[in-house]
């Protein structure tokens, strides 16, 4: 079961895009179609609730149940 604690549009949308296979940040600001710093408060907001993590060279993945 998937754990979605996702507050709102935005977050649920990023975290779509956000699979095992780690996806860049570059990569993400084109597919979210969002700013850097919308994109970083999303992603740290995803971080903190445990469903994504951060791996070298700033991509993410998400975490598996």
């Keep these: 079961s998937v754990k979605y604690d996702l507050n709102n549009e935005e977050e ?3 975290y ?3 699979t095992p296979q780690a996806i860049a940040m570059d990569e993400l600001v084109e597919e979210a179609n969002m700013d850097i710093c919308q994109l970083s408060g999303i992603l740290l907001r ?5 469903l994504i993590r951060q791996l070298p060279g700033k991509r993410f993945a998400s975490v598996p149940d």
């Design 46 to 50: 995803l971080q903190i609730k445990k």
């Design 12 to 14: 649920s949308r990023l």
């Design 16 to 18: 779509a895009l956000i």
